[in-house]
């Protein structure tokens, strides 16, 4: 019985051992990765980008090949340093570093050297790899623009940085990514998925063969094509038009909130971003602290909305039942308020007014009038200016809309409790003049050129908008994104915008922007002087106005929602009304008959003005 209990030990031991190397071998892969550590080298077969599309199919963004010199540290022997320091235009020092940085990240795992090499230094280059031993040339492919504009809008690609590694381990070091615009938020989409190749090696670290016979190899899957909603000959016009100027300019398709044009002034060139140049070229852009090439106006910088606003407070005013289209406003000169005689200045223009032509002429003393009675209502001014602010936040103005940009500010709408802590309430009780610079698009709130364009979108439509956005089609294929498609429904009743939007028509018809009509189209807009404040040498000082400007067209089913902004632009039609007009009749028409609005515009700079706060010259309007 002894004698059979032993066999029957040696048996089963024998059958587990067997069994256990069964499973390690050749049923559990995770013996590849063991493997790996020792005897497999693995190589990445990068696929290519996907191409980016403007609404029209034009290919803005494509790829061009690129080779990297890639190093495996462990597998290094001695070489010709200063012949390879040559062939490479590199200093010896600077091939030590990497060297030693690439041995400090993984002494098996590939390391780039040289990033980005021509096609001339990698022709040159193949030829000797084989006196090399441990570096080999690894193809990828780099962005190449077909455009030289729409940078804010596209972004770029670079290098992923340690913290990136560690968060997501698809990357490695050397790998690229997009950094910015429609190449950061759409990376997963552009840059498909790596293929990856695995050789066997011998004791002797030679390479032998396919690991498995290719078991374990994959094949790389091209990143997805994406079709964007830009326009890119309204985007090129846009561009041009705002040479030498500041400034940002956001252009929608009502009907759908899609972008058409994403302007921002001044910008750079998306090529200066590419390959062994972008490293310099984007510290010079960095460090560029006047112009601020990288700053993306139209999303991100965060101005008073000046006149644009009123149509606003009309549509509050209207849906709070505290005024109608019919009666009438006095104004002279201005809007007088408080125990001191106070004034909110205005311009010269017929009265008494009522909403339509109050819009037509931006008439400030019509509007205070109508604001105060939006905050009276209610029993405290507290009540008054939360109720207000509800109705705008939801024409999307006070937070971030929800596009689908990596970069943007919400602006600011104020709260009751932001006033309370300015007047310390209970003790200084506040009243409605208190904030009545609300009334005209000034004092505390502020918006970005896209929620302007937004807001007026929403206007055009009647009382609705979609979240504006970049992406139209991914790989063909239309988005089917809830978030983009389903319509946002502002507080304001469908029956009162059309007073609303005919004041908006006068203001073109008969009214400030009369000088700027195309002929054939049925523009309504809104002229908009915004006052700009910045320190000079500490002291608060006011520098020439702001020109804003809001528009749609064609005034029925239409097809267009712009915002412009221009940066000390003296007031609303003088540069950023021009502009609304000229971008309107590029989209609507193709082509422009308002030749003496584009002279105007392309022989004019603002170059002057923005040397100002450095050269101590006067800030003063000149005709």
């Given amino acids: 019985m002894r004698k059979l209990l032993l066999y029957l030990i040696i048996v089963i031991t024998g059958f587990v051992f067997v069994s256990r190397l069964f499973y390690l071998q050749i049923y559990n892969t995770s013996f590849a990765s063991l493997s790996e550590d020792n005897a497999i080298k693995v190589l990445y077969d990068y696929p290519q980008r996907g191409a980016i599309y403007d609404r029209n199919a034009r290919l803005l963004v494509t790829n061009q090949p690129s080779y990297d010199v890639m190093v495996i540290p462990r597998e290094l022997k001695p ?23 690439a041995r400090i990240y993984s002494p098996r795992v590939p390391s780039i050297v040289i990033p980005q090499l021509t096609k001339d230094e990698y022709a040159y280059l193949q030829e000797k790899m084989r006196k090399f031993d441990g570096f080999y040339i690894q193809k990828r492919s780099l962005r190449d623009y077909q455009i030289d504009n729409a940078a804010n809008v596209l972004g770029y690609i670079g290098e992923v940085n340690d913290a990136l590694i560690k968060k997501d381990p698809y990357y490695l070091s050397g790998d690229l ?57 309204l985007q090129s016009y846009g561009d041009m038009l705002m040479k030498n100027k500041r400034g940002g300019i956001v252009a929608l398709e009502p009907s759908t ?15 200066l971003l590419v390959g062994r140049k972008r490293s310099p070229n984007f510290t010079k852009l960095v460090y560029d602290s006047i112009a601020i090439p990288l700053f993306d106006r139209g999303l991100q910088a965060e101005y008073p909305p000046g006149s644009p606003f009123k149509t606003i407070n009309a549509l509050i005013a209207l849906q709070e039942g505290v005024i109608d289209t019919k009666e009438s406003v006095s104004c002279r000169m201005g809007y007088y308020y408080g125990k001191r005689g106070q004034k909110l200045g205005c311009h010269s223009h017929r009265s008494p007014l ?25 029993e405290t001014p507290q009540k008054g200016i939360d109720t207000w602010r509800k109705h705008v936040q939801s024409f999307g103005l006070g937070n971030y809309l929800g596009n689908d940009l990596p970069v ?41 050129p896209i929620q302007l364009a937004n807001m007026t979108a929403a206007i055009a439509n009647r009382g609705y908008y979609y979240t504006p956005h970049i992406i139209k089609a991914i790989d063909g294929k239309p988005i089917s994104n809830e978030e983009y498609t389903k319509a946002k429904i502002t507080t304001i009743d469908k029956t ?25 189209i049925d523009i309504c807009g809104k002229t908009g002087t915004a006052e700009n404040f910045t320190k000079i040498d500490g002291v608060k000082t006011q520098l020439t106005d702001h020109s804003v400007f809001v528009a749609f067209a064609p005034k029925d089913n239409p097809k267009i929602a712009i915002a412009v902004f221009v940066e000390n632009g003296y007031w609303g039609a003088r540069y950023a009304g021009r502009i609304a007009s000229l971008m309107i009749e590029k989209h609507i028409n193709g082509e422009i008959s308002r030749t003496d609005l584009e002279q105007w515009i392309l022989t004019h700079s603002l170059q002057e003005e923005y040397a100002k706060p450095l050269s101590g010259e006067p800030f003063k309007i000149n005709q």
Wanted: include cysteine; hydrophobic fraction near 30%.
């Fill in 79 to 101: 070489f010709d340093t200063l012949e390879f320091c040559s062939i490479l235009n590199i200093t010896k020092d600077k091939l030590i570093n990497r060297l030693k940085k």
């Fill in 177 to 233: 990514i997009g950094i910015d615009g429609v190449e950061k938020q759409y990376e997963k989409e552009l840059r498909g998925v790596k293929g990856v190749k695995r050789i066997q090696k011998d004791r002797f670290n030679r390479d032998i063969g396919p690991y498995k016979n290719k078991k374990f190899d994959t094949l790389p899957v091209n990143g997805k094509d994406l079709t964007i909603t830009i326009d890119s000959k």
């Fill in 496 to 520: 009162h915008f059309e007073p609303v939007i005919e004041g908006m028509h006068e203001v073109y018809t008969k009214g400030t922007a009369s000088f700027l009509q195309v002929k054939g």
């Fill in 408 to 448: 943007g500010k919400r602006g600011k709408v104020p709260t009751s409790e932001y006033y309370n802590k300015i007047y310390s309430y209970p003790t200084y009780k506040w009243y409605s003049t208190a904030t009545i610079s609300n009334a005209i698009g000034q004092g505390e709130v502020l918006s970005t």
């Fill in 257 to 271: 909130g899609e972008i058409l044009a994403l302007i921002t002034a001044p910008t750079y060139k998306p090529e």
């Fill in 354 to 378: 009522s909403m339509i032509p109050g819009i037509a002429n931006s008439c400030n003393a019509y509007f205070a009038t109508v604001y105060r009675r939006i905050i009276e209502k209610y």
